[in-house]
Nanobody, 117 residues
Framework: VQLQASGGGLVQPGSSLRLSCAAS????????MYWARQAPGKGLELVSS????????YYTDSVKDRFTISRDNAKNTLYLQMNSLKSEDTAVYYC???????????RGKGTQVTVSS
């Protein structure tokens, strides 16, 4: 299993970023997918998840109406569109797989998102 997140960077508050996660080594379309993040000095936080067909999603309260999770099963790719970024969104972002509505059973290497003026 390989999950490689990309698209992070340093942006100003109010900006947007789109994270991507390239998946390989498993049947992507059979699995729920997750985005989680870890801020400096804090534990891992579930940000969003999506079911196998992309018809059901979950968002933690702090990102609702700002972040959008999506997937392209034909491209084995997971996305996270992040709008109206805040300093508190600063973290390493990871993508993972697992049963939707449960928890991640595997996560890949993360991508750093820094929101700062």
């Amino acid at each position: 299993v390989q999950l490689q997140a990309s698209g992070g960077g340093l942006v100003q508050p109010g900006s947007s970023l789109r994270l991507s996660c390239a998946a390989s080594g498993f049947t992507f379309s059979d699995w729920g997918m997750y985005w989680a993040r870890q801020a400096p000095g804090k534990g891992l936080e579930l940000v969003s998840s999506i079911n196998v067909r992309g018809t059901s999603t979950y968002y933690t309260d702090s990102v609702k109406d700002r972040f959008t999770i999506s997937r392209d099963n034909a491209k084995n790719t997971l996305y996270l569109q992040m709008n109206s970024l805040k300093s508190e969104d600063t973290a390493v972002y990871y993508c993972g797989k697992g049963l939707f509505g449960s928890q991640m059973d595997y996560r890949g290497k993360g991508t750093q998102v820094t929101v700062s003026s």
